[in-house]
């Protein structure tokens, strides 16, 4: 779509490219936590398993796993025959979030919530680094969900690179022993208004009124703060309950709406 080049229809078209690939990127968190039952999306190539192609980033297929746990990156290509001038950066490292009935998820996600060493972001800061050394993080992007994006977000301020975080977990720099301030990296965190990780962490004024768990009401000032989401927020509107509104599929409804709206203002223009 092109717009006219007012002011208005410029920083509009801004918009629109920014939450387009907001709502196509959100898609490959699904792959990175369920692969078996997602496959890529149209214009994205899993080159997870592509050793030739990992080497270049001094990385090995085995890098985006720990054994016997559920940790896991996802490494995709954009196809340069879709993307076209939206091509670059071209490869997105997908960071899995929390899987419910995933134990060791919910380990490291309480390790890092209260600020102790987590063998999942030591792997995501070794990635980082052999990125980062590999010289070619100017063609590297991060995406991730919940614990996901946690990961996704230590990964961009280490390997200098822009994120994209969905309902992200917040991370603790001296913790992980990174520079979260850096200004080195973007990144964009998409969150849902009422959601239950994101109340908790930010102790968000709507807490009371949304953060619900069916018949109980969580008073968010008698809990210790947690690591805060990283980046720059951005809210959308989905779901029902506070936990409802913390699924990937969720954010994407309300990804959605917010597309269709900016579509629909340009066509206004």
């Known amino acids: 779509m092109e717009l006219k080049g007012t002011c208005e229809s410029t920083s509009l078209a801004l918009q629109l490219k920014q939450m387009f690939m907001a709502t196509v990127f959100a898609k490959l968190t699904k792959v990175a936590a369920k692969p078996a039952d997602y496959p890529a999306p149209e214009g994205f190539?899993?080159?997870?398993?592509?050793?030739?192609?990992?080497?270049?980033?001094?990385?090995?297929?085995?890098?985006?796993?720990?054994?016997?746990?559920?940790?896991?990156?996802?490494?995709f290509a954009k196809d340069p025959k879709v993307w076209h001038e939206y091509y670059y950066p071209p490869f997105i490292f997908?960071?899995?979030?929390?899987?419910?009935?995933?134990?060791?998820?919910?380990?490291?996600?309480i390790k890092q919530a209260r600020r102790q060493k987590s063998i999942y972001y030591q792997q995501t800061l070794k990635i980082a680094r052999a990125v980062l050394n590999s010289g070619k993080k100017d063609l590297v992007c991060a995406v991730g969900h919940s614990l996901g994006g946690g990961l996704a977000s230590a990964f961009s301020r280490l390997a200098q690179v822009?994120?994209?975080?969905?309902?992200?977990?917040?991370?603790?720099?001296?913790?992980?022993?990174?520079?979260?301030q850096s200004k080195s990296s973007?990144?964009?965190?998409?969150?849902?208004?009422?959601?239950?990780?994101?109340?908790l962490q930010h102790r968000l004024e709507h807490r009371l009124d949304n953060l619900s768990f069916y018949r109980f009401h969580l008073d968010l000032s008698k809990i210790r703060p947690l690591p805060q989401t990283l980046g720059a927020m951005h809210v959308v509107n989905a779901g029902l309950t506070s936990?409802?509104?913390?699924?990937?599929?969720?954010?994407?409804?309300?990804?959605?709406?917010?597309?269709?709206a900016l579509r629909q203002r340009a066509l206004e223009i």
């Open 45 to 75: 190539i899993d080159m997870s398993q592509n050793r030739e192609f990992l080497a270049s980033f001094s990385l090995t297929p085995e890098d985006l796993l720990i054994p016997f746990t559920h940790f896991k990156v996802k490494v």
């Open 94 to 109: 997908a960071f899995k979030g929390t899987g419910i009935l995933h134990l060791d998820d919910w380990a490291n996600n």
């Open 162 to 180: 822009d994120a994209i975080t969905y309902n992200a977990a917040g991370i603790d720099p001296e913790a992980l022993g990174i520079d979260c």
């Open 186 to 199: 973007r990144i964009d965190a998409y969150y849902v208004k009422g959601e239950a990780l994101q109340a």
């Open 243 to 260: 936990i409802d509104k913390h699924f990937v599929r969720t954010v994407m409804r309300g990804l959605n709406k917010e597309l269709l």
